[in-house]
């Protein structure tokens, strides 16, 4: 089955320090790959949805200039959190999907949690 | 505004016992239906999905959900639940229906099967 990469799991950093997050999908090629937040006991939220090669769409209340969106191939994308403050601290999930229509499955990666000291 | 609403948080059952999870949406047009499970430790899986057709799907591991469109539902069925299907379930919609669409997520249900 299709497989979603997500490096680091984990990552601590100070406030004030940049943060990337790399999401690949390990054997096929994602044209859309989708970024996901979750708060502790609380649903997934869309933050964007990044297409190779083109800007990221991002949803409304996300500041496109904190949270950086990289989808230079088919088989990944990045998502850096700039200037990191502890408000930041969530799980953060990527998805990705061959074509990006809403009738192709995304398959989700496991997460990664960032806390911001 | 569009959403997905799920009735139940936490739910306990008893092994073999009848299972349902209600999920909600609100929106007008155009809609695709997810269901995902994520068991402990592991990340979102797809169980079952509805885009048109036949409003009774059935997915992996047994289950079952049915659309009703004039409920705006979407509930989640398994006639007999395993002590294996504890996890986390939650309802997706993706409200367009074309275009790249990221999905809205409810809040999920914490399902316990007991031994």
């Known amino acids: 089955g299709a497989v979603v990469s997500q490096h680091p799991s984990r990552v601590i950093c100070k406030s004030g320090t940049s943060v990337k997050i790399e999401c690949r999908s390990l054997d096929f090629q994602a044209t859309t790959m989708f970024w996901y937040r979750q708060f502790p006991k609380q649903s997934l939220m869309l933050m964007a949805t990044s297409n190779e090669g083109s800007k990221a769409t991002y949803e409304q209340g996300v500041e496109k200039d904190k949270f950086l969106i990289n989808h230079a191939s088919l088989t990944l994308s990045t998502l850096t959190v700039t200037s990191a403050h502890p408000e930041d601290s969530s799980f953060y999930i990527c998805?990705?999907?061959?074509?990006?229509?809403?009738?192709?499955?995304?398959?989700f990666g496991p997460g990664t949690r960032l806390t911001v000291l | 505004a569009q959403s997905v609403s799920q009735h139940n948080h936490h739910v306990i059952l008893s092994e073999a016992a009848s299972l349902e999870l209600g999920c909600n949406y609100s929106y007008g047009g155009t809609v695709n239906l997810f269901w995902y499970v994520q068991y402990p430790g592991q990340h979102l899986q797809l169980l079952l999905k509805y885009f048109s057709g036949d409003p009774l799907v059935k997915g992996i591991k047994g289950f079952e959900a049915e659309f009703i469109k004039s409920k705006f539902s979407f509930n989640l069925r398994k006639p007999s639940v395993q002590w294996s299907d504890t996890a986390e379930y939650f309802c997706a919609a993706a409200f367009s229906g074309g275009g790249a669409d990221g999905l809205t997520f409810g809040k999920g249900t914490h399902l316990i099967i007991q031994p």
């Open positions: 998805s990705a999907s061959t074509s990006g229509f809403s009738t192709d499955t995304q398959y």
